[in-house]
């Protein structure tokens, strides 16, 4: 437990029926007269944009749409989607899309000067500054990015994928409308909400846990335990897509004032070498690592089931197996694959992958229990 603790959130939050037309009253208030739209090709054809440009419309202001962003980009080509707001005179950036478009925009809304290039922000995040407003509209329920510090960018020279994170990335509007989420194909829908199940109990059983953080991860972790399943298997579960829709939120807030610890570390070098979604490499790692750490969480692990899960374990012992059990539960049930072969991943070379998951520093320091190189290398010997 930290012994000195912040949260930062962003400056508002909408939610409820339609608060994407809550957009113009905001662009409004910021006095923006020129914004700019990223998204993702396949979005703007499923029209999710439409909302968010009426809004912009009835603010009166201009607008203009990039939506070659691809999904879980390089940092070159972020570089290439912030190249094009940095030629145009703007005032806000409205992202709609998942965790890549998300943390496209917030590198474009610290990038849009020629001071620093993305590049420059991986050796040096602090140098990040904030030029322009930035709006989130989150089509997944998911990475919680709308409410973090971080963008996560792929490095291919080093066949990672890298936070930087700064505050001045933080969103300064959010907003969390149903509709955007409601026809999420159920493989996206699934990974996305392991991605949040994961930020939740990570956040909570983390060596960063502080009272801030756990009153976000444990509202979350019981969101998602007692809703992803329905949300991603009934089209019609508004309810349920709803609470996912908070619950990712809350989870990034979690993050943002403790952190994620080994499932995310471990996940970064199978995103960034094999390309494995962000949520798919942390559902494979969910259950090794939980099981990895739990004699130094059980406590925690036994307070998360008191909370969501409700069920007739009676000792710290068997609740924390509960939890765990519930978790590689959903996994299955939601269709996930646990191990690389399933994905079509082969010739895996554990000892260049546990490497390269030990640099991930920044994460692996908020683990309970220490992972050393050959506990790495035993973790991936099991996903293979
Ligand atoms: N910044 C953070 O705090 C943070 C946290 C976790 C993950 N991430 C990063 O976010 C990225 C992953 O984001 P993601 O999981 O949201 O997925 P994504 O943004 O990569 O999108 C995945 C796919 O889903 C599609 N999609 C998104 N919304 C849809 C909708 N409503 N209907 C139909 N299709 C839809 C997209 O077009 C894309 O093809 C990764 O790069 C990951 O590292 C960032
Ligand atoms: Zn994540």
Redesign the pocket.
């Known amino acids: 437990m930290l012994s000195k603790y912040s949260l930062r959130l962003p400056k508002v939050v909408y939610g409820g029926e339609s608060p994407t037309d809550e957009l113009a009253v905001a662009l409004r208030r910021e006095g923006a007269r020129s914004v700019v739209v990223f998204t ?1 090709a ?2 703007h054809r ?1 029209g ?1 944009v439409s909302p968010v440009l009426e809004a912009i419309e009835s603010a009166g202001a201009t607008c203009q749409i990039v939506d070659d962003i691809p ?2 980009p390089t940092y070159s080509q972020v570089q290439s989607v912030v190249d094009q707001v940095r030629g145009v005179s703007t005032d806000a950036i409205v992202a709609v ?7 496209a925009a917030k590198l474009a809304g610290v990038c849009a000067t020629d001071a620093y290039t993305v590049h420059d922000l991986l050796a040096d995040p602090s140098r990040a500054a904030k030029q322009l407003t930035t709006f989130m509209v989150p ?2 329920a ?4 709308e409410a ?1 510090p ?3 960018v792929a490095v291919p020279e080093d066949e990672l ?1 890298v936070g930087i994170v700064n505050d001045a990335m933080i969103a300064d509007y959010v907003v969390l409308d149903a509709r ?2 409601k ?3 159920r493989p ?1 829908a699934a990974s ?1 909400g392991i ?1 949040a199940l994961c930020h939740a109990i990570e956040c909570y059983t983390s060596a960063k846990a502080n009272p801030f953080s756990d009153v976000f991860a444990l509202e979350a972790f019981d969101l998602i335990v007692n809703n992803i399943e329905a949300a991603c298997d009934d089209p019609e579960a508004m309810d349920a897509k709803r609470a996912m829709q908070v619950a990712s939120f809350y989870a ?1 807030i979690a ?1 943002t004032a403790s952190g994620t610890t080994a499932v995310h570390a471990l996940s970064y070098p199978l ?1 960034g070498k094999y390309h494995v979604a ?2 798919v490499s942390n559902a494979i790692l969910l259950s090794p690592v939980m099981h990895f750490n739990e004699p130094a969480i059980r406590e925690r692990l036994a307070a998360a089931y008191d909370r969501a899960i409700h069920g007739d374990a009676a000792t710290v012992e068997e609740k924390s197996a509960a939890v765990i059990e519930r978790m590689d539960r959903i996994v299955s049930h939601l269709d996930i694959p646990k191990k690389l072969d399933e994905l079509g991943v082969a010739g895996v070379d554990v000892d260049q992958l546990a490497a390269a998951g030990m640099t991930v520093q920044r994460l692996l320091v908020n683990n309970r229990r220490e992972v050393t190189l050959e506990d790495a290398r035993a973790i991936y010997a099991q996903v293979l």
């Not at 998911?142 to 990015?145: E, I, K, N, Q």
């Open positions: 993702d396949a979005l499923l999710l999904a879980e899309g998942g965790g890549s478009v998300m943390d089509t997944t998911g990475t919680g990015a973090t971080n963008a996560i994928k955007m989420i026809n999420l194909p996206i996305t991605d990034g993050i995103g962000h949520g």
